[in-house]
């Protein structure tokens, strides 16, 4: 029923929202007292059938999040059929061809000796990793190589929802073959901050894995406190307070009265952050028709609106608690001392996670990424390529491509909050991943090159497994019922939910939780999904808790292995065996751009194509 009504929307959003809960395996039951909603309960299930039952939710969810979308089906459109006498070409040529490929395989299986074998398949696969920034093209096809990325990235039965942070999508092509089909892809993104599964892992989710590191001699305490002290005094160099503060003896030396004063401006400037929000919304309404410059603005300006007034009143109350703390229990004086003390009292146990809380935060947010998307492409999924781009996102190209592509790039967010330039460290210290299902994944799992095995590369190349989320998330949530849940929370509120810069990591999950919560009582139980993905890790640090802790710095990448040397020691492990099983080539030979082209039937009319297409 058309309608905008506070009480139809409600009745839109809750309807769209239970089809989404039964999709993804819900229960759904009407009581006396009103829906019971309640999560599948995947410890109980088979393996494979968690994997098909997320498998299907997701798909149905990424195959809606096309269909709403103009500019992904455009994008799709002009990839498989370029405009005639336009100087595009189809995507369909740098995909490669299983048949012929089987066929360099057979050859290569009838070779006896293996040294010659493996040399015939460093030629057949040789990675280039593509970043796809900006307007630059594919000089086999001229499309963009940004498009061409997205296109695959819509094969992927996770919906494609561009995320509001520093992201870096990568191709990885053959360069062993004329049109350098492409083999994977994958996206650098910053992580996911919340992680309590890896944070546990990585020894800085709380005061206890603190006290664990002391006990083992992993970290003295001398280096503990050290740790803490820098990142306190780091933090206060990057957040503006000269008109917040009466006198600079509320930084160097704060008490309980500055703290409080802070915690109020906090909550002050929130409250003035809604009126500012409710005050965009009507000028918009007002201006729908025209379109409205937004006014560029310094550092400095950014850093005076009340959004950001908010955050630094907010981040100056946690610090200078921590650093009152410290003090008062003469950390600095006697650091063995005082951190027994501190690990026993409350307050003490709080200033040691807030300390810990921006040691994450610093490497969190220029020297650590995530994998939101890592994959092989037919048909060289079949040759467990997944595996290879995984291991290649540790090689010294890449890690030194990040590096160069970063190092003198503006943190928005940061310089925002210090109301100047910030450029902070790039050099990555760990790539992490989560497994797309909550089952351990055939990709990522003992994903391991040993030294020993593979003299060529420079140390183990290690994917450890490390820990799980927590099954918190809206991956189950559709774009549709998103779409209804912002539009009731602005009816309401008279402003918009969003994730702008600034916002924060979670802020799509903290808006889905405002919307959810007009709709009932306890909201966080809807992103409850509990599929509690596993973790994979991988870093080169023999010791990574100093680099975590701040007590050491990457230097350099001279450590890490090349991409060369790289997929050789893959060959030697997977690829060998692989190519000898008649499974994989009878699979081979039916996987070629048709088999990606079919996956977009329900948007795309493929039949005049084929020009270009096996």
Known sequence: KAGNTTEELKYKAFT???????NADWSVNLTRKGFNLTAPNYSQIDNSKVKEEAKKGLQNNAKEALLSNDEHIQIINKLQNPPLGSRLKPVSLIIDDGLELKKELIKINKIKDPEEAKKKLTEVIKPEIYQCVGEETCPITNQRLIDIWRYFRFTWSMPYNPANTRRMPLLIRNGAKPNKPVIGITQFVQ????????????????????????????????????????ILEDMLKEIRFDDLIDSKKEITNPDQKTIDKFKKLSLHFSEKEKTDKKRQLDLKNKNKQKQIKSKETSYLEKSETNKYRKKRSTHLSKILFAKKIFKEYGLYKNSKKGLSALFQMPDGQRAINIALFYLRIKIYSTQAVDLNVCGSIAPYNELLGGKLVTLLMGSKEVMENY????????????????????????????????????????????????????????????????????????????????????????????????????????????????????????????????????NYIFYNKKNIYKYLYGLKKVKDFNDFSSIKNITEAWIDRWLNNRIKRQETLTKLENLSSKTIYSQFNDFIDNDDLNLFTR
């Open 403 to 534: 590096d160069n592509y970063y190092k003198k790039y503006e943190s928005i967010i940061s310089s925002e909050t210090a109301g100047k330039k910030i450029v902070k460290p790039s050099k990555i210290l760990f790539v992490a991943v989560s497994s797309l299902y909550s089952i351990a994944s055939s990709q990522y799992n003992r994903l391991k090159l040993n030294k020993k095995d593979n003299p060529k590369i420079k140390k183990d190349i290690n994917w450890r497994e490390a820990g799980a989320t927590q099954g918190f998330g809206n991956y189950h949530i559709s774009s549709s019922t998103t779409e209804y849940l912002n539009t009731l929370y602005k009816k309401v509120n008279k402003f918009e939910t969003g994730d702008a810069s600034g916002d924060g990591h979670s802020a799509k999950n903290r808006a889905l939780m405002s919307s959810l919560r007009i709709l009932m009582n306890n909201p966080e139980t809807i992103l409850l999904h509990s599929q509690k993905k596993r």
């Open 16 to 22: 769209s929202l239970l089809s989404d809960l039964h």
């Open 191 to 230: 992580p996911f901050f919340n992680n309590t599964g890896r944070n546990e892992y990585l020894h800085w989710d709380n005061y206890f894995s603190v006290m664990k590191l002391i006990k083992n001699k992993i970290l003295s305490p001398d280096e503990v406190v050290e740790a803490f002290k820098n």
